[in-house]
T-cell receptor, first 114, second 112 residues
Framework: GAVVSQHPSRVICKSGTSVKIECRSLDFQATTMFWYRQFPKQSLMLMATSNEGSKATYEQGVEKDKFLINHASLTLSTLTVTSAHPEDSSFYIC??????????FGPGTRLTVT | QQQVKQSPQSLIVQKGGISIINCAYENTAFDYFPWYQQFPGKGPALLIAIRPDVSEKKEGRFTISFNKSAKQFSLHIMDSQPGDSATYFCAASKAAGNKLTFGGGTRVLVKP
């Protein structure tokens, strides 16, 4: 299957700072990338959908000014958590896909805000 | 509103047994139904997927059964192994590559 990477795998930051997470499709060009959030022992919650070169579409209840998404190329999307607070601590996972093809997920990023 | 309902929440099965996980959906526009396997601290991995024009699809020990009229689909894991112990998620979307709606997940424990 296709490979999607995320960086970093773990990050600890102080409250009030911003954190950037990168998602890359390594062996295919992803027309669409998705960002999910997952709390312990819960399902994945879709945060936003991003298409290369256009603004991300955010799900209801997700603050677009807090979770900035950039999809600058067909292989790279970034999620920036701005002014992070402890309640933003979570497991963030990206996925990448092409039209008509399955989505492939990255390994996830564990964010801890102290 | 939970559009994809998954059951059971957890499942314990003996090695060599069959694990069965069920999902039901509401949105008739859904046209693509994948299953993902997730180990703790890792991202989900695609296991197998089905479209509603077939009633069953098998890949190795994993089989999806699909009932379009009942809006239900299920995953069967044959000859379950301890290495299959993981959380399994069903999902649905309007087409492959579109955004996915996930079920709540099933934690499977295979006892040796």
């Amino acid at each position: 299957g296709a490979v999607v990477s995320q960086h970093p795998s773990r990050v600890i930051c102080k409250s009030g700072t911003s954190v950037k997470i990168e998602c890359r499709s390594l062996d295919f060009q992803a027309t669409t990338m998705f960002w999910y959030r997952q709390f312990p022992k819960q399902s994945l919650m879709l945060m936003a959908t991003s298409n290369e070169g256009s603004k991300a579409t955010y799900e209801q209840g997700v603050e677009k000014d807090k979770f900035l998404i950039n999809h600058a190329s067909l292989t790279l999307s970034t999620l920036t958590v701005t002014s992070a607070h402890p309640e933003d601590s979570s497991f963030y996972i990206c996925s990448a896909g092409q039209r008509g093809e399955s989505q492939y997920f990255g390994p996830g990023t564990r964010l801890t805000v102290t | 509103q939970q559009q994809v309902k998954q059951s059971p929440q957890s499942l314990i099965v003996q090695k060599g047994g069959i694990s069965i996980i069920n999902c039901a959906y509401e949105n008739t526009a859904f046209d693509y139904f994948p299953w993902y396997q997730q180990f703790p601290g890792k991202g989900p991995a695609l296991l197998i997927a089905i479209r509603p024009d077939v009633s069953e699809k098998k890949e190795g020990r994993f089989t999806i059964s699909f009932n379009k009229s009942a809006k239900q689909f299920s995953l069967h894991i044959m000859d379950s192994q301890p290495g299959d112990s993981a959380t399994y998620f069903c999902a649905a979307s309007k087409a492959a590559g579109n955004k996915l709606t996930f079920g709540g997940g099933t934690r499977v424990l295979v006892k040796p």
